[in-house]
Protein backbone atom coordinates (compact mmCIF):
# COMPACT_ATOMS: atom_id res chain seq x y z
CA UNK A 1 0.00 0.00 0.00
CA UNK A 2 1.11 3.26 -0.76
CA UNK A 3 -1.46 5.83 -0.78
CA UNK A 4 -1.67 5.63 2.91
CA UNK A 5 1.33 5.62 5.97
CA UNK A 6 0.48 4.40 9.06
CA UNK A 7 -1.49 6.84 11.36
CA UNK A 8 -3.41 8.10 8.06
CA UNK A 9 -7.52 8.22 9.40
CA UNK A 10 -9.12 6.33 6.28
CA UNK A 11 -12.80 6.39 5.05
CA UNK A 12 -14.73 3.67 3.13
CA UNK A 13 -18.33 2.73 2.15
CA UNK A 14 -18.92 -1.61 2.96
CA UNK A 15 -21.48 -3.50 3.77
CA UNK A 16 -19.95 -5.79 5.80
CA UNK A 17 -17.91 -4.12 8.98
CA UNK A 18 -19.22 -1.43 8.97
CA UNK A 19 -20.06 -0.92 13.01
CA UNK A 20 -16.91 -2.96 13.77
CA UNK A 21 -14.18 -1.49 15.68
CA UNK A 22 -11.43 -2.64 13.24
CA UNK A 23 -11.60 -3.66 9.46
CA UNK A 24 -9.50 -4.56 7.02
CA UNK A 25 -10.30 -2.70 3.42
CA UNK A 26 -8.57 -3.26 0.10
CA UNK A 27 -6.66 0.16 -0.10
CA UNK A 28 -8.49 1.19 -3.82
CA UNK A 29 -12.03 1.08 -1.82
CA UNK A 30 -10.68 3.81 1.33
CA UNK A 31 -9.93 7.47 0.89
CA UNK A 32 -7.87 9.58 2.89
CA UNK A 33 -9.60 11.78 5.66
CA UNK A 34 -8.09 15.07 6.16
CA UNK A 35 -7.18 16.54 9.90
CA UNK A 36 -9.77 19.30 9.06
CA UNK A 37 -12.87 16.94 8.78
CA UNK A 38 -14.41 15.03 11.89
CA UNK A 39 -14.94 11.27 11.92
CA UNK A 40 -18.80 12.03 12.00
CA UNK A 41 -18.61 14.05 9.01
CA UNK A 42 -16.38 11.68 7.06
CA UNK A 43 -18.77 8.76 7.92
CA UNK A 44 -22.19 10.72 6.79
CA UNK A 45 -20.01 12.03 3.31
CA UNK A 46 -18.98 8.83 2.55
CA UNK A 47 -22.50 7.60 1.69
CA UNK A 48 -23.78 11.03 0.31
CA UNK A 49 -21.41 11.94 -1.44
CA UNK A 50 -21.55 8.28 -3.30
CA UNK A 51 -25.42 8.90 -4.15
CA UNK A 52 -24.33 12.45 -5.20
CA UNK A 53 -21.72 10.57 -7.40
CA UNK A 54 -24.09 7.99 -8.73
CA UNK A 55 -26.65 10.83 -9.36
CA UNK A 56 -24.56 12.98 -11.54
CA UNK A 57 -22.60 10.66 -13.55
CA UNK A 58 -24.02 7.35 -13.90
CA UNK A 59 -27.83 7.49 -14.74
CA UNK A 60 -28.20 10.48 -16.96
CA UNK A 61 -25.23 11.10 -19.87
CA UNK A 62 -25.21 15.17 -18.70
CA UNK A 63 -23.15 17.53 -20.98
CA UNK A 64 -21.77 21.11 -19.88
CA UNK A 65 -24.44 23.32 -20.75
CA UNK A 66 -27.35 21.27 -19.60
CA UNK A 67 -30.11 22.13 -17.14
CA UNK A 68 -31.53 20.44 -14.32
CA UNK A 69 -33.80 20.54 -11.48
CA UNK A 70 -33.03 19.11 -7.56
CA UNK A 71 -35.46 18.85 -5.47
CA UNK A 72 -33.63 19.35 -1.63
CA UNK A 73 -30.72 21.31 -2.97
CA UNK A 74 -29.87 22.28 0.43
CA UNK A 75 -29.96 18.95 2.03
CA UNK A 76 -27.21 16.70 2.54
CA UNK A 77 -27.29 14.84 -0.50
CA UNK A 78 -28.53 18.07 -2.51
CA UNK A 79 -25.37 20.31 -1.32
CA UNK A 80 -23.02 17.82 -2.68
CA UNK A 81 -24.85 16.78 -5.81
CA UNK A 82 -25.42 20.75 -6.78
CA UNK A 83 -21.33 21.43 -6.70
CA UNK A 84 -20.27 18.47 -8.41
CA UNK A 85 -23.05 19.12 -11.42
CA UNK A 86 -22.19 22.81 -11.11
CA UNK A 87 -18.42 21.69 -11.18
CA UNK A 88 -19.27 19.66 -14.34
CA UNK A 89 -20.52 22.77 -16.54
CA UNK A 90 -24.12 21.90 -15.35
CA UNK A 91 -26.44 24.91 -14.98
CA UNK A 92 -28.75 23.71 -11.35
CA UNK A 93 -32.07 24.90 -10.49
CA UNK A 94 -32.78 24.43 -7.04
CA UNK A 95 -35.59 23.72 -5.34
CA UNK A 96 -36.08 24.23 -1.25
CA UNK A 97 -38.34 25.16 1.40
CA UNK A 98 -37.10 28.43 3.23
CA UNK A 99 -35.10 31.77 1.94
CA UNK A 100 -32.47 30.29 4.18
CA UNK A 101 -32.15 27.30 2.12
CA UNK A 102 -32.04 29.71 -1.12
CA UNK A 103 -28.94 31.45 -0.16
CA UNK A 104 -27.44 28.18 0.72
CA UNK A 105 -28.76 26.52 -2.59
CA UNK A 106 -27.47 29.45 -4.58
CA UNK A 107 -23.72 29.27 -2.41
CA UNK A 108 -23.38 25.28 -3.22
CA UNK A 109 -24.02 25.25 -6.94
CA UNK A 110 -27.38 26.47 -8.15
CA UNK A 111 -27.80 29.25 -10.90
CA UNK A 112 -31.04 29.88 -9.56
CA UNK A 113 -33.37 28.67 -7.08
CA UNK A 114 -36.94 28.38 -6.14
CA UNK A 115 -38.50 28.24 -2.99
CA UNK A 116 -41.56 26.08 -3.47
CA UNK A 117 -43.29 27.31 -0.58
CA UNK A 118 -43.71 30.47 -2.59
CA UNK A 119 -43.52 29.74 -5.89
CA UNK A 120 -44.86 27.67 -8.59
CA UNK A 121 -42.02 24.94 -9.15
CA UNK A 122 -42.84 23.57 -12.74
CA UNK A 123 -43.91 27.12 -13.73
CA UNK A 124 -40.65 28.29 -12.78
CA UNK A 125 -38.61 26.26 -14.04
CA UNK A 126 -40.43 26.56 -17.60
CA UNK A 127 -39.73 30.53 -17.51
CA UNK A 128 -36.09 29.69 -16.29
CA UNK A 129 -35.72 27.49 -19.49
CA UNK A 130 -38.01 29.21 -22.33
CA UNK A 131 -40.72 26.84 -22.11
CA UNK A 132 -39.04 23.81 -22.83
CA UNK A 133 -38.55 21.94 -19.21
CA UNK A 134 -35.19 20.20 -17.72
CA UNK A 135 -33.92 16.78 -19.42
CA UNK A 136 -33.31 15.62 -15.65
CA UNK A 137 -35.13 16.16 -12.03
CA UNK A 138 -33.23 14.51 -9.01
CA UNK A 139 -35.90 14.29 -6.50
CA UNK A 140 -35.39 13.14 -3.24
CA UNK A 141 -38.78 14.52 -1.88
CA UNK A 142 -41.06 12.11 -3.10
CA UNK A 143 -45.34 12.54 -2.89
CA UNK A 144 -45.09 16.38 -2.44
CA UNK A 145 -42.85 17.41 -5.26
CA UNK A 146 -43.77 14.35 -7.75
CA UNK A 147 -46.41 16.17 -10.00
CA UNK A 148 -44.06 19.28 -10.23
CA UNK A 149 -41.00 17.09 -10.93
CA UNK A 150 -43.11 15.55 -13.75
CA UNK A 151 -44.16 18.53 -15.19
CA UNK A 152 -40.67 20.35 -15.12
CA UNK A 153 -39.54 18.01 -17.36
CA UNK A 154 -39.06 18.38 -21.01
CA UNK A 155 -40.35 15.71 -23.49
CA UNK A 156 -38.88 12.52 -23.40
CA UNK A 157 -36.43 14.01 -19.53
CA UNK A 158 -36.03 11.82 -16.89
CA UNK A 159 -37.57 11.63 -13.78
CA UNK A 160 -34.55 10.56 -10.83
CA UNK A 161 -37.25 9.57 -7.52
CA UNK A 162 -34.38 8.62 -4.98
CA UNK A 163 -35.65 9.44 -2.04
CA UNK A 164 -39.37 9.69 -0.54
CA UNK A 165 -38.75 12.32 2.77
CA UNK A 166 -42.69 13.10 1.71
CA UNK A 167 -43.77 9.86 1.49
CA UNK A 168 -43.59 7.67 -1.65
CA UNK A 169 -44.48 9.16 -5.27
CA UNK A 170 -48.06 7.86 -6.26
CA UNK A 171 -48.37 4.43 -8.66
CA UNK A 172 -48.27 4.97 -11.93
CA UNK A 173 -51.03 2.72 -13.33
CA UNK A 174 -50.04 1.60 -16.64
Given at each position: VDRFKIGDRAAYCSTLGGYAEFNVVKADRAVRVPKSISDDVAAAVMLKGLTAEFLARRIWPLVAGDTVLVHAAAGGVGLILCQWLNHLGIRVIGAVGSAEKMSLALEHGCAEAINYREED??????????????PVVYDSVGAAT?????ASLRRRGLLISFGNASGPVPAIAP
Open positions: VAARVRSLTGGAGVFDASL
